[in-house]
């Protein structure tokens, strides 16, 4: 089983990004991915979940109405868009099944 994500990024405070999560290994369909994000010096974050089989979403109290999961059956991909990023947003951003993670992607927020 593999989730390899998108390489870091660097956005203007304002702006969007677009976080992607490639895997592999598993049936897609099977099993929730969740998003978890870890500031700098803080602990783990959960932002929420998608079901890939049916794109049904749950989100973190925090993250309502700023953040939107996706989803390709195509190609096995979750996806997370961030908008109307702040600087305390800078975080690395994690998509795990909850016994696999990926290996992470630094977005950085700053003018």
């Known amino acids: 089983v593999q989730l390899v994500q998108s390489g870091a990024d660097t956005r203007n405070p304002g702006a969007s990004v677009k976080v992607s999560c490639k895997t592999s290994?598993?049936?897609?369909?099977?099993?929730?991915v969740h998003w978890v994000r870890q500031a700098p010096g803080q602990g783990l974050e959960w932002m929420g979940r998608?079901?890939?089989?049916?794109?049904?979403?749950a989100y973190g109290e925090n993250f309502q109405g700023r953040v939107t999961f996706t989803a390709d059956t195509s190609t096995s991909t979750a996806y997370v868009e961030f908008t109307s990023l702040r600087s305390e947003d800078t975080a690395v951003y994690y998509c795990?099944?909850?016994?696999?993670w990926g290996q992470g992607t630094l977005v950085t927020v700053s003018s």
């Open positions: 998608i079901d890939p089989e049916d794109g049904g979403v």
């Open positions: 290994g598993y049936s897609f369909i099977s099993v929730y």
């Open positions: 795990t099944t909850l016994t696999t």
